[in-house]
């Protein structure tokens, strides 16, 4: 049987490198649903140009078609989940649809954390370059490596606007965590120390729900 994680994780947790470390080292296929809305928006078909003209316009993906979308790239291959389900009726219409998920994963971030992350991020204005002074530091200070170009804060990585994004993830993924608490699949990570220490622990929790499935874990990496 496939293997079947969720990552989920409040913003600036880390959750997209994670999830393409773990994507990469036990070979699963990595769905996020924003890239995966972008790509089906080129492609050509009724449903690209659906897809495409929603985008374009702002407007809200019905969950029905990002729902279809998502299981139509599942198969049967060990998935990664990341950025979906993110409501309990989409969790809901994966249960319907017979969809068994083996793990959720969720990184755990102090607030404080996240805050200061965000404060030391520094973006490149010309080539959107993303550099933090501890994380991975541009070789001169406050100056592009790409480009040269002078590095500059975002404004909404001012805390208040941090606080406010942390708000909204925590309301819309609380239920969402709970729906799965209560069928024993969830597992905290620590996610506030050094990414490689974040890893490792996403990946031994990994390797234990492959040896759930008596499988071995891919050695890919
Ligand atoms: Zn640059």
Redesign the pocket.
């Known amino acids: 049987m496939a293997l079947h994680l969720i990552l989920m994780g409040p913003p600036q947790a880390g959750k997209g490198t994670q999830a393409r470390y773990l994507a990469t080292r036990f070979g699963l296929v990595h769905v996020a649903t924003g890239d995966l809305l972008r790509e089906v928006s080129q492609e050509d078909s009724a449903l690209g140009r659906r897809v495409g003209d929603l985008l374009r316009l702002g407007e809200y993906v019905p969950d029905a078609l990002v729902t279809q979308m998502v299981v139509d790239r599942m198969d049967d291959h060990d998935i990664l989940l990341d950025g979906y389900p993110r409501t309990v009726a989409q969790a809901e219409t994966l249960e319907r649809l017979a969809i068994p998920i083996h793990g959720v994963f969720v990184l755990d971030v102090p607030e404080d954390e996240l805050i200061d992350r965000a404060q030391e991020r520094l973006f490149?204005p010309?080539?959107?370059?993303v550099y933090g002074s501890r994380t991975n530091p541009p070789r001169e200070p406050c100056i592009?490596?790409?480009?040269?170009?002078g590095l500059a804060h975002r404004l909404d990585d001012a805390p208040a606007t941090v606080h406010r994004r942390l708000e909204v993830y925590r309301q819309r993924s609380e239920p969402v965590v709970s729906y799965y608490e209560t069928r024993g699949l969830v597992r905290r990570i620590d996610g506030s120390g050094p990414v490689a220490q974040v890893s490792a622990a996403l990946e031994r929790a990994t390797a234990q729900l492959f040896q759930r499935q008596g499988r071995v874990a891919a050695e890919t990496v």
Do not use: F, S, T
């Open positions: 490149c010309n080539c959107n370059a592009c490596d790409v480009c040269g170009h």
